[in-house]
């Protein structure tokens, strides 16, 4: 499959597995899954038509890993972004005790002021190194990454959660866990 198709793939599956199932006919399971075999007839339905080598490949090869297929490639889920009320079934666990966060510089502000927040989503996501937090930041104009000391936001209690391709995953960043990187990174 050329880079074009697996990118439309990739963000059609992202629209409708993280935040309107319901517009092609799907409910998301706990977890987040949805039958592969109810995905491809949906997708077909609505006009976006598939096969399952293509949607096999858009798995493997989505640089950002966004999607899993179950133990028995039967079921397919986001691994995380979901603007959806749906319980992803994450567990708890402990983070390195740095992780960082890239956004562009016109939120850098308020991200100082009021720390992260999780918006519209079910989580802030956080990344495990400088250079992917950077290229995050970049997406939304002049890249800022800010350090976060996860390591003290756990020891103080607040919960993260790690998805099945390596995003840590937590409710809110407050302002006094946040230390703004500078071009050197770490």
């Not at 199932?21 to 109810?38: C, F, K, S, T």
């Not at 005790?97 to 992260?116: C, K, N, P, Q, S």
């Not at 890249?143 to 409710?171: I, K, Q």
């Given at each position: ?141 002049r890249p800022v990454v800010f ?25 809110h960043v407050p302002p006094q ?10």
């Amino acid at each position: 499959m050329d880079e074009m198709r697996l990118v439309k793939i990739s963000k059609y599956l992202s629209k409708h597995l993280r935040h309107q199932p319901e517009r092609i006919g799907l409910a998301l399971a706990p977890g987040g899954w949805v039958g592969v075999d109810d995905l491809l007839a949906a997708c077909a339905a609505h006009g976006m038509r598939l096969s399952r080598a293509e949607l096999d490949e858009v798995v493997a090869r989505n640089n950002k890993q966004r999607f899993s297929l179950d133990e028995t490639r039967t079921r397919l889920r986001a691994n995380q972004g979901h603007s959806v009320d749906v319980d992803l079934e994450l567990e708890p666990a402990t983070p390195p005790d740095v992780l960082y966060h890239g956004t562009g510089h016109r939120t850098a502000d308020l991200i100082r002021r009021e720390g992260l927040r999780r918006m519209s989503r079910h989580h802030v996501h956080l990344s495990r190194d400088v250079e992917t937090a950077r290229r995050v930041g970049a997406r939304h104009g002049r890249p800022v990454v800010f350090a976060v000391d996860a390591g003290a936001m756990h020891r103080a209690g607040l919960v993260f959660y790690c998805s099945a391709n390596g995003v840590w995953l937590t409710e809110h960043v407050p302002p006094q866990y946040l230390r703004e990187e500078t071009d050197g990174g770490a």
